[in-house]
């Protein structure tokens, strides 16, 4: 069960651009869906699939941190020739981490703001940089 979940997320160990293709498509698919539970008129749209509020590509570090990097080190640790797996999928957190960074200096364009969501006020950002099991923070 965990390789078939790292087949389904496995788009986010591709290189960025092709990752961020796939990551689009499905916020495309989530709006898409939000929108039809409007107008069916539904009391709430389901969490990430409304136009109106953070979608997907907002909430990636949060998806790395706790799904995504977990599962991605359960897998490599059991099958060490997964590491391009693993590499891939932490160079794309590091490009979120480094955003997230840019964001909270001020450094991004108004363009570009949208596409990251900081950690709740206080919370720090993991650092994997070894595949020791060690998810730190600082």
């Known amino acids: 069960q965990v390789m078939l979940k790292c087949a389904d997320i496995g788009s986010l160990a591709e290189p960025f651009g092709t990752y961020m293709k796939w990551v689009t498509r ?7 869906q939000g929108d039809k539970e409007k107008a069916a008129g539904l009391p709430e749209v389901s969490p990430l699939f ?3 509020k953070p979608g997907i590509t907002k909430c990636q570090m949060g998806f790395f941190s706790f799904v995504a990097l977990p599962l991605a080190h359960a897998m490599v640790t059991a099958f060490p ?4 797996f693993w590499d891939g999928m932490l160079s794309n957190y590091r490009h979120w ?19 990251v969501v900081p950690h709740p006020e206080g919370a720090k950002l993991p650092s994997l940089d070894t595949r020791d099991g060690n998810i730190k923070t600082g």
């Not at 499905?26 to 898409?32: A, K, R, V, Y």
């Not at 020739?81 to 391009?84: A, E, L, S, V, Y």
């Open 26 to 32: 499905l916020e495309d698919e989530f709006f898409q």
């Open 50 to 52: 409304d136009r109106a």
């Open 81 to 84: 020739g997964m590491d391009p």
């Open 97 to 115: 981490q480094s955003e997230a960074k840019a964001e909270q200096a001020g450094e991004l364009s108004s363009s570009h703001k949208p596409s």
